[in-house]
């Protein structure tokens, strides 16, 4: 067609679409430094994130309150067991033991909070709220039912007999601090299908492979996890007539599955949620949400591992073998994690409108 100054335009087909003259802020501002369009990020590092709903920042502030009240349980008595008392946070190991999950669920929270990246928050979130059930119920147990049937226990880094035991200011706050963390698991499953987050699939070839080592890691760890991390080495007694000496076995801390009551429905719970959260959370869209359920089983699995080593350093205790694997198997999850996270090639990140 021609136009009124003589020129001529060429009338698009029917049913082409005009091209658009919009173009976001900072694409014009990429034009008016370098003078021409410049190619985007590859799809697979695409990163889109749409309005995060209060519910979702409600879960963040739930980790937050959890892990602050966690940094604080160790100090106080524990438990006063057969007048006893008994201190989590006594040495640098049970520092360590005590304040890993909780840090770790404050930076996280505090990440889910202020919105940003929130199905990574929630899948942390998620996965740790139900192995924080198991490890409830077996608190409870250790303040309530543990006197029921005395046994030989290893407590806070000490063998003791649970023939009495009465409840510290440090239990009720570490039974405070994962109550927070179950109630963050529910609200965080309440809240994942109503947020938006999403990538180009960068992690995709890497799942099955995940997900296979996620499977066969959390078998292991369940393995380590059920016998004791710390147990009472064997005494040899000789007569003094014969001069014979003998083996005697001392009563040593029971293993997470022979305790009865709560303490089995715990430890049930907890190896089960590590083997299903070892299966889920790769599978878990975006890539940073597969990040985050995995760093949630490394949370734990390395909770309980320097846990281990904490009760190794009491002269009256060992190292087992199961301690030591707990110790490994937590550094491996932590490799998986890093194998995750690393999963990328350049970060790029478009949100969306609130």
């Known amino acids: 067609m021609t136009a009124r100054d003589g020129s001529t335009r060429r009338r698009p087909a029917a049913g082409a679409r005009a091209p658009s003259a919009r173009r976001s802020p900072a694409r014009g501002a990429a034009d008016a430094r370098g003078g021409g369009a410049r190619p985007g990020p590859p799809p697979g590092d695409a990163l889109v994130i749409g309005p995060v709903p209060p519910l979702a920042r409600a879960a963040g502030v ?20 057969g007048g006893q008392e008994l201190v989590r946070g006594d040495g640098i190991a049970g520092v360590l033991a005590a304040w890993l999950v909780p840090v770790v669920s404050v930076a996280v929270g505090a990440g889910l909070a202020a919105g940003r990246v929130p199905r990574f928050g929630l899948a942390f979130a998620g996965v740790l709220g139900a192995p924080a059930l198991g490890l409830l ?18 407590l806070a880094g000490e063998r003791v007999l649970t023939s009495s035991v009465e409840v510290g200011a440090g239990w009720v706050l570490g039974a405070v601090s994962l109550g927070l963390l179950v109630l963050a698991g529910v609200v965080a499953a309440a809240a994942w299908g109503r947020t938006v987050m999403e990538d180009g699939g960068a992690l995709d070839p890497l799942r099955p492979v995940l997900a296979g080592a996620g499977a066969v890691l959390g078998v292991a760890t369940v393995l380590c996890l059920v016998l004791p991390a710390a147990d009472v080495p064997d005494r040899v007694v000789t007569d003094p007539v014969t001069g014979l000496q003998t083996v005697v076995e001392q009563p040593g801390p029971q293993g997470l599955l022979e ?16 083997v299903l959260g070892a299966v889920v959370a790769p599978s878990l869209r975006p890539r940073l949400a597969a990040v985050g ?5 490394t949370a734990v699995v390395l909770a309980a591992g320097l846990g281990g080593l904490r009760d190794a350093g009491s002269p009256d205790l060992r190292w087992t073998l199961a301690g ?3 110790l490994v198997a937590g550094l491996a999850w932590a490799g998986l994690t890093a194998v995750a996270w690393r999963a990328r090639r350049a970060p790029a990140v478009e949100r969306g409108g609130r």
Not at 137 to 154: F, H, K, M, N, Q
Not at 293 to 297: D, E, K, Q, V, Y
């Open 324 to 326: 030591a694997g707990l």
């Open 293 to 297: 359920g995995l760093l949630a089983i």
């Open 137 to 154: 119920a077996i608190e409870l147990y250790r303040a309530r039912d543990s006197t029921v049937r005395p046994a030989v226990e290893v």
């Open 259 to 274: 305790r009865p009551g709560l303490a089995l429905l715990g430890g049930l719970l907890l190896a089960a949620a590590l």
């Open 62 to 81: 739930l980790l937050v309150l959890s892990g602050v009240v966690g940094l604080v349980a160790p100090f106080p008595t524990y438990l006063v067991v």
